[in-house]
């Protein structure tokens, strides 16, 4: 799979790289992580992060309204996740979310949000 990675200016391995996700995987982390930009978008402080964080990213409208994951690198009890944040209307715009996720016991816990243009 190849996409398109002009509106990013150039290649880089977690937004516009050729990634091929093992089927296999498990996908927990990442409905968790869907159901975070779910809330975000709503405006609603998910459990899995801290209400500074939160805050931060409502006063900086950085909560996407649609989401892709492009990226996804495992280490440990860390899960790393890269998704492209397509903006309607702005061809030249290219927003990759990182979300990094911990698992600690049978939950999981953001501890590192950002984006980059």
Same mark, same amino acid.
């Given at each position: 799979m190849r996409r398109d990675y002009r509106p990013c200016?150039?290649?880089?391995?977690?937004?516009?790289? @050729?990634? =091929?996700?093992? *089927?296999?995987?498990?996908?927990?982390v990442e409905h968790v992580a869907d159901a975070i930009f779910y809330r975000l978008?709503?405006?609603? #402080? *998910?459990?899995?992060?801290?209400?500074?964080? #939160?805050?931060? @990213?409502?006063?900086?409208n950085l909560a996407p309204k649609k989401w892709k994951i492009a990226y996804r690198m495992d280490s440990g009890n860390? =899960?790393?996740?890269?998704?492209?944040w397509p903006t309607e209307g702005v061809a030249t715009d290219c927003r990759i979310v990182e979300m990094l996720m911990t698992q600690q016991g049978k939950n999981w816990r953001v501890t590192r949000y950002g984006v980059s243009w």
């Open positions: 200016g150039g290649y880089n391995e977690q937004g516009t790289g @050729i990634t =091929v996700l093992n *089927p296999f995987r498990s996908r927990e978008a709503k405006a609603d #402080c *998910p459990a899995e992060m801290s209400a500074n964080d #939160c805050k931060n @990213i409502a006063l900086r860390d =899960v790393d996740l890269f998704y492209s």
